[in-house]
């Protein structure tokens, strides 16, 4: 009896083990998932012909609390004030379509928050050369980014 308990217990532990793994599977993706349409979508924003429509899709990927934090070009901007530089640049002509591309280097994914070691790829004289190496954290809640950190 005591031998038939035992494996009852270890068979339903091991299958609740296997939803857990494929949940935990799902967030690290769809964290994952999350930076790469970030970073698809600045790259898209980057070009010179693109919209203030561009830019309203990234912002899709933000809180309403959305905050980012870039201590050497200014500090902490709001959601708001983040939206108005884009806009701003993007006016003015910084878009240039200088950044071709990002190349994601390595990605360590936690709880609710993943940090990306990236490149972005730049037409440099008419030649795509990569960008210096950053680092950035991004912070998660209920699905979308609520915090940007950039380390560079």
């Known amino acids: 009896m005591k031998k038939r308990i035992a494996l009852i217990l270890f068979f339903a532990f091991f299958a609740l083990s296997i939803p857990a ?14 930076v790469e ?7 898209k924003i980057f070009q010179a012909n693109s919209t203030v429509k561009d830019i309203d899709e990234i912002f899709e990927l933000f809180t309403d609390d959305f905050t980012y934090i870039h ?6 901007y709001t959601r708001k004030s983040l939206y108005g530089g884009y806009v701003r640049n993007q006016k003015n ?31 440099v004289d008419g030649k795509l050369k990569d960008g210096e190496r950053r680092m950035t954290l991004f912070e998660f809640k209920n699905g979308k980014i609520s915090r940007i950190f950039e380390y560079w």
């Open 71 to 76: 201590p050497k070009y200014g500090g902490t």
């Open 93 to 123: 002509g910084g878009y240039d379509g200088s950044v071709a591309d990002v190349k994601i280097i390595n990605k360590i994914i936690g709880l609710n928050a993943v940090v990306v070691e990236r490149i972005y790829i730049e037409k």
């Open 21 to 34: 793994q494929e949940v935990t599977k799902a967030h690290k993706d769809s964290l994952s998932t999350m």
């Open 37 to 43: 349409a970030y970073y698809k979508q600045n790259v």
